[in-house]
């Protein structure tokens, strides 16, 4: 019924559903769905044996069921990858499917019939008569004389069972004549299909001579099989063992050693077939493949089995098995193959510019490797691959690097991710190929990245350069997973390219700026401040910040700026998050390791124990029922771990009606701890004091020592310089320095300069549109200062870090020669900064003199340690 | 709690009375550096500073639980390095009085 035609089976639908009581067909799910999804009238493909087949191999590579998930991922990879190619062989007709002879002559009796049946040539009747025969006939068994079928297969099976067997056991010279007979045989047959080869004419030799070469394989592996007997029990034993071949002591002489039958014939195809004719086949071979390349057709099949017979005559050989191909067709092909495309290299370098040059160059590769594929034997797919790059590419190196260099600013600034794609394509294979490729991307990158830092200009320099190198970093480095397949050889190149780049300074004498702009992007991005930055945004630039730092020559003086910032934020309660403040450290522990991050994690614990010991304080307050009046929270900072010294520390009194409570909690403290001595950073306090002597409150947040001079104003409007210094005990400067500052704010005033004569007044007509400020203390403005400040409190940190450096090798090694000594520290220091030859001298000096090393006698260069 | 304070201290009339005064202190924060009360900064056992952890502290990552130690003498190390040192000999490495703790550091 699947053949018949879709509409005319519709009519016969109902009448179908009454004549089938039962419902079996009609009821069926594919007959209610209706004649057009089965109907296969005029259709030709009635199969899924491609998807079966495809099934089948997949399931083989497989090989096991109920896979578990990540191996069926793998498997399907490799699968995907081969996606490709399949696609190309469907294209270029050289994969196609294949229908067995009786299916197709099956094909044709309906196609037939079906054009019968529409010029109603027959009846209905006899059409599914007819196609239903035709469908079933050949799964019939054909009638078939058993008799007389039998005796003659059983001539030929008794012929070669008993007499090669016979022949064999007989008496020995048997066996000698049956080879020798069995040999002339072959010589004969050999020498016969050679004639007829040859006299098939130049034009069709190769096609003959593959049909030929195919039967006489076939036949020769028959009768390998039907002469086992004689192999194995007599041809074998003469044959020396396979070890014996190996070490060598036998020289390989074929001719007077009998073979085994199948060796024998394919020996004699060799001698008598191939070597005649292998000049000719050449040519012809060489031909045919030429034409190809010139995109003419060629008979695939001929020509993969002509090139391949040379792999298969050989199959019987223990070594060597490559031997004739390579000789008869491999070598000289290769050699025809690098003419060719020498010639067509440089008739390309004449024609096009470099680019289409390029482009053109890998078309050529992948044909050929292509072409490999269609015709070669696998051994020799890498060898015309290398060919080809040897004459197209490794010989116009120069040609390129031309190109390159004339033209490398341009290609890297417009990205002609082609072109420097199809560079890297073509340069990769070649050895050395690359090296100039990548020492002109660095060149570009470190370009762009310099150009990108002296550049820095007005304001919020730190995000300029912080932005920027992240920029060009981004940048490349998206270029080079992009165009350059993310190769190591060129990542290599970006970070030397950006450390130059972000390690830059404008002359030898002028610290590094990079670390401090650095540390102060973070300190911005790490305060509170009026745009809010979103957590997780906030989270991926801190993260980037760790790109730029881990180029960062001078770790330590990162370091040294970040510390100092980090104390402000804390103490000032500026932070913006905390758990970003604490992110950040253990990034910056991860990249440079836990020393190098020990203080910043104290400071962050100071505070968070400051916090629990603010309650604790509050709770003994309570339990003793004292009242201080002031409300106060303090923090108690582990010295050593903070960036502030405790020298230098200005004479000052606390305002009498406040002592009292520093007294308290001095108590508190050394009731809970011992041994522990407390000194008060006043310069760091901070204090929110009610002005209410105006028009309307005022809120103000100042300094402690601009709070003590403030609150003297309670008692009297007016004070003198004198009874300022008397009651805060602070030196002379220092307390113009804050009058000043006070002075500047206008809340008091003064007749002309501050000097120790001077009478200050309260503003009482004092006004400022904000009803909380702050003053700024005038400690925060000596930034310069403070930065000397920092790098000299590196330097002298690094010298302590040399030193010991030195001190730890020298104790390991007990003598070294100074320049292995100078390596070692360098490479010792070289996470945290990268010391100078002359500190490492200096410091090894100061080491001698204290008696750690000496200079060992009768040396110039080589150092001791002294126990 | 913190407001409750300031209330009552103006209330008690012991701080500032409302309006009496020009300034009134709302919130004070105070800034304190603790360091070990000891006569010499470094430890004359292992050379390291006495306020960061001894370097057997520092490599096992126990800083928070390494401490001072004193002596009759007035002498202070580390904790530990103390320890280890009056397994070999009990006298104080700087004077050579008999080592007796006075106080150990909290």
């Not at chain 1, 306090?685 to 002597?693: D, F, G, I, P, R």
Request: aromatic fraction near 10%; proline fraction near 2%.
């Amino acid at each position: 019924m699947t053949y018949r035609n879709a509409p005319s089976v519709k009519k016969y639908h109902p009448s179908l559903q009454r004549n089938d009581p039962a419902g079996v067909a009609s009821n069926s799910e594919w007959i209610r769905r209706g004649p057009g999804n089965w109907c296969s009238f005029r259709r030709l493909i009635r199969t899924n044996n491609d998807c079966e087949g495809w099934h089948r191999r997949f399931n083989c590579r497989a090989a096991r069921e109920n896979l578990p998930f990540y191996v069926l991922v793998e498997l399907l990879e490799k699968e995907a990858r081969l996606v490709n190619l399949g696609l190309q062989l469907v294209a270029e007709h050289s994969l196609t499917t294949t229908n067995k002879k009786s299916s197709k002559d099956r094909q044709e009796t309906l196609t037939q019939l079906w054009t019968k049946y529409e010029e109603k040539n027959i009846s209905t009747k006899d059409f599914f008569t007819a196609s239903l025969d035709e469908k079933t006939m050949s799964l019939k068994p054909r009638h078939i004389d058993f008799d007389s079928t039998w005796s003659t297969l059983l001539e030929t099976v008794r012929g070669v069972i008993t007499y090669v067997y016979a022949l064999c056991v007989a008496v020995d010279p048997l066996v000698d004549q049956l080879y020798q007979e069995t040999k002339t045989f072959l010589e004969k047959y050999v020498q016969e299909l050679h004639n007829k080869v040859i006299a098939a004419g130049e034009d069709h030799l190769l096609s003959s001579y593959h049909r030929y070469s195919e039967e006489y394989g076939k036949g020769a592996g028959y009768l390998n099989q039907l002469y086992r007997y004689l192999n194995t029990a007599f041809i074998k034993k003469k044959k020396h063992s396979e070890a014996d071949i190996n070490y060598g002591r036998f020289q390989l002489d074929s001719v007077d050693q009998m073979m085994e039958i199948g060796e024998l014939a394919l020996d004699i195809w060799k001698r008598l077939m191939v070597e005649p004719l292998q000049n000719v086949m050449l040519k012809l071979i060489l031909r045919d493949i030429q034409s190809d390349r010139e995109d003419m057709t060629v008979n695939q099949n001929v020509l993969h089995g002509v090139i391949n017979s040379f792999v298969d005559v050989e199959q019987y050989r223990k070594k060597n098995q490559l031997l004739l191909y390579e000789e008869v067709f491999e070598i000289p092909f290769l050699r025809e193959t690098g003419d060719y495309y020498r010639k067509e290299a440089s008739q390309l370098k004449d024609e096009c510019t470099c680019s289409e040059y390029m482009e053109k160059v890998i078309q050529k590769l992948d044909n050929e490797n292509f072409r490999s594929r269609k015709f070669l034997h696998p051994s020799s797919y890498a060898k015309v691959t290398h060919e080809c790059q040897q004459r197209m590419v490794a010989d116009h190196l120069q040609f390129i690097h031309e190109f390159l260099k004339s033209d490398c600013k341009e290609l890297m600034h417009t990205e002609r991710r082609k072109d420097l794609g199809n560079m890297y394509t073509l340069l990769k294979p070649i050895q050395r190929g690359l090296g100039f490729l990548i020492q002109q991307v660095e060149d570009h990158i470190r370009q762009m990245g310099l150009e990108a830092v002296k550049n820095l200009k007005g304001e919020n320099i730190p995000a300029q350069f912080v932005e920027s190198m992240l920029n060009v970093h981004k940048r490349y480095t998206e270029l080079i997973h992009i165009v350059f397949q993310g190769d190591q050889q060129f990542i290599g190149a970006l970070d030397k390219a950006c450390a130059v780049a972000i390690n830059y300074r404008s002359t030898v004498k002028v610290p590094c700026k990079s670390p401090e702009l650095l540390a102060k992007y973070c300190d911005n991005l790490l305060k509170k401040s009026s745009k809010g930055v979103a957590e997780a945004e906030l989270d991926d630039m801190l993260s980037s910040c760790i790109t730029v730092f881990k180029y960062l020559d001078d770790k330590d003086v990162y370091q040294r700026f970040y510390a100092k910032m980090l104390a402000k934020r804390l103490i000032y309660g500026q932070s913006a998050s905390m758990d970003a403040e604490e992110a950040m450290i253990n990034r910056l522990k991860q990249a440079c390791g836990y020393e190098f991050t020990n203080k910043l994690h104290r400071m962050f614990t100071d505070v968070n124990i400051s916090t629990d010991l603010s309650c604790k304080f509050s709770e003994f307050l309570k339990r003793d029922s004292i009242n201080l009046g002031i409300n106060f929270s303090i923090m108690v900072l582990q010295a050593g771990a903070w960036p502030i010294g405790q020298s230098n520390l200005p004479t000052f009194a606390i305002p009498q009606e406040l002592e009292r409570s520093v007294r308290m909690f001095e108590l508190f403290y050394s009731q809970n701890f011992s041994g522990r001595k407390l000194t008060w950073m006043h310069t760091f306090c901070s204090a929110e004091l009610k002005v209410n002597h105006l028009k309307r409150p005022y809120f103000v947040t100042m300094g402690t020592f601009h709070m003590t001079i403030i609150l003297l104003f309670n008692s009297s409007d007016s004070h003198t310089f004198r009874e300022i210094l008397d009651h805060t005990q602070l030196p002379d400067s220092e307390l113009s320095k804050q009058l000043q500052c006070l002075i500047d704010t206008k809340i008091i005033v003064t007749e002309g300069d501050v000097t120790e004569s001077s009478t200050f007044r309260l503003n009482m007509e004092y006004t400022n549109k904000r009803t909380k400020f702050k003053i700024t203390a005038a400690m925060a403005k000596e930034t310069a200062q403070d930065i000397d400040q920092a790098h000299s409190a590196v330097d002298k940190d690094r010298k302590m870090y040399i030193e010991a450096a030195i001190v730890r090798t020298m104790k390991a090694r007990k003598v070294l020669k100074h320049n292995l000594l100078i390596q070692e520290v360098i490479s010792q220091a070289r996470s945290r900064f990268t010391p100078s030859i002359s500190m490492i001298k200096k410091c090894t000096e100061a080491l001698i003199d204290k008696q750690y090393l000496e200079r060992t006698p009768q040396t110039t260069d080589e150092y001791s340690y002294v126990a | 709690m913190a407001d409750d304070m300031e209330v009552e201290a103006e209330r008690e009339g012991c701080g500032y009375q409302k309006n009496d005064k020009m300034f009134t202190l709302k919130k004070w924060n105070l800034v304190a550096m603790w360091s070990w009360d000891v006569e010499c900064d470094t430890c004359a056992i292992c050379r390291v500073q006495v306020m960061d952890a001894c370097l057997r502290c520092q490599a096992e990552n126990k800083q928070d639980d390494c401490v001072v130690v004193w002596g009759e003498c007035n002498h202070s190390f580390h904790n530990c390095c103390m320890t280890l040192w009056v397994k070999q000999n009990n006298r104080c490495p700087l004077c050579q009085q008999d080592w007796v703790v006075q106080r150990i550091g909290k």
